[in-house]
Antibody
Framework: QPQLQESGPGLVKSSETLSLTCSVSGGSVSSSTFYWGWVRQPPGKGLEWIGSMYYSGNTYYNPSLKSRVTVSVDTSKNQVSLRVTSVTAADTAVYYC????????????WGQGALVTVSS | QSALTQPASVSGSPGQSITISCIGTSSDIGGYNYVSWYQQHPGKAPELMIYDVINRPSGISNRFSGSKSGNTASLTISGLQAEDEADYYCSSYRSSGTVVFGGGTKLTVL
């Protein structure tokens, strides 16, 4: 079963770009039927889906974030990445990467999460 | 995009059964069988408990069950145990290739 591990800066300045990487072990990001997605959770609040990508390039995004978000997959490194541009305090959250069945169904494996704080 | 509607909190005593509802629309829960439920303990990542409305992943107790009627999905936990105390989130596919979560329900075991 795959293991997912998020990494990246824990502090980002307002108006700058948030970048996170998810390293996948015990499985391939090129596996069929599975997309790789990102979900975030602001402190004390609920889950919000950000976007999901298939290794071949097909991508789905949350419409409310689509203009600022990019999800990418690096098959050579077996990694998934997330970029969020023009961040504000509202982007402060724990960011999870997760394996996403078909890109529209359930998330079956999750990383432990990475807290990113946006400072002014 | 608007979230699915869940009660903020539910509670029950050990051994009892509880049900958490998740209300959507015909564009999500009512239109597709891509409903899933997640359990989240404090400081931990969510864990998949139910997928495709009624299915349990391997290793999940049969005390957890899911169902759907119209635009409302439900998670039932029978034989409540102290370890079930956690936050629970529903999720559904929504038309146009998006995924939406519920606002979450805090389960307290009395």
């Amino acid at each position: 079963q795959p293991q997912l591990q998020e990494s990246g800066p824990g502090l980002v300045k307002s108006s700058e770009t948030l970048s996170l990487t998810c390293s996948v072990s015990g499985g391939s990001v090129s596996s069929s039927t599975f997309y790789w997605g990102w979900v975030r959770q602001p402190p004390g609040k609920g889950l919000e889906w950000i976007g999901s990508m298939y290794y071949s390039g097909n991508t789905y995004y949350n419409p409310s974030l689509k203009s600022r978000v990019t999800v990418s997959v690096d098959t050579s490194k077996n990694q998934v990445s997330l970029r969020v541009t023009s961040v504000t305090a509202a982007d402060t959250a724990v960011y999870y990467c997760a394996r996403h069945y078909l890109g529209i169904d359930y998330f079956d494996y999750w990383g432990q999460g990475a807290l990113v704080t946006v400072s002014s | 995009q608007s979230a699915l509607t869940q009660p903020a909190s539910v509670s029950g005593s050990p051994g009892q059964s509880i049900t958490i509802s998740c209300i959507g629309t015909s564009s999500d829960i009512g239109g597709y069988n891509y409903v899933s439920w997640y359990q989240q303990h404090p400081g931990k990542a969510p864990e998949l408990m139910i997928y495709d409305v009624i299915n349990r992943p391997s290793g999940i107790s049969n005390r957890f069950s899911g169902s759907k009627s119209g635009n409302t999905a439900s998670l039932t936990i029978s034989g409540l145990q102290a370890e079930d105390e956690a936050d629970y989130y529903c999720s559904s596919y929504r038309s146009s290739g998006t995924v939406v979560f519920g606002g979450g329900t805090k389960l307290t075991v009395l």
